[in-house]
Structures are given as C-alpha cells and as structure tokens.
C-alpha cells in the first residue's frame, strides 16, 4: 500500500485547503482512511476517519471546520479544511488500515500504512 498526500500549503487565519491522499491498492473501499496531524514539538493526534461505510469521526478540535470524504473510483480520500487556525498548522499524515476497528480509529499505532506528509501553515 502506498500513499500520497498533497494539498498543503501557507494559508491565512480563518483560510481553506483541501488535502487529498491517493492510494495505490487493490479493494481501497474496504479501507479505513484517516488524517493525523503532527506540531512541531508535539506528538501525532488524530484529526479525522472515514471507514468503510462512509461513516466520519473527528477530533473535537476540528469539527465543524473539516470534513473529510472518499472517492472509492479515485482511490482518494480527501480533508476539507476550513475556518483554518494558527493551532492548525502542522505536518498532516494520511493513514489506511484494512483490520483496524472503530475503537482505535484515533490510535496512530493501530495504522499499518502511511503517507509520507503534507505541510500545513497557518499564518498571517
């Protein structure tokens, strides 16, 4: 499995982005697709899931501005980022796990498979 994240980029204070991720795999729908984040000097969280269903889960400081979604014919999972915040600026990391369940969505370690980053900066 591989994975390519892109769509980063410098965006002012209350801006947009949009981050796509592209996987090469066979069956990508049956796939759990999420985001994490890393600050500098901080540790990876968890930003946002969408499973198999189509079924989405965040992280509360993020709801309500992001959105994340699939394109199974695309092989894509996209993050929507909107009402951007200075906190918001990190390096963001797609993740794809095929066994994962739902109880660890949030856990990094639970991922089998990673994209190589994307960053985002929030600044005026």
């Known amino acids: 499995v591989q994975l390519q994240a892109s769509g980063g980029g410098l965006v002012q204070p209350g801006g947009s982005l949009r981050l796509s991720c592209a996987a090469s795999?066979?069956?990508?729908?049956?796939?759990?697709m999420s985001w994490f984040r890393q600050a500098p000097g901080k540790e990876r969280e968890f930003v946002s899931a969408?499973?198999?269903?189509?079924?989405?889960y965040y992280a509360d400081s993020v709801k309500g501005r992001f959105t994340i979604s699939r394109d199974n014919a695309e092989n894509t999972v996209y993050l929507q980022m909107n009402s951007l915040k200075f906190e918001d600026t990190a390096v963001y990391y797609c993740?794809?796990?095929?066994?994962?369940?739902?109880?660890?969505?949030?856990?990094?370690?639970?991922?089998?498979?990673w994209g190589q980053g994307t960053l985002v900066t929030v600044s005026s």
């Open positions: 993740a794809a796990d095929r066994q994962i369940i739902v109880s660890s969505y949030r856990s990094d370690y639970a991922y089998d498979h």
């Open positions: 969408i499973n198999r269903g189509s079924s989405t």
């Open positions: 795999v066979d069956s990508f729908r049956t796939y759990v």
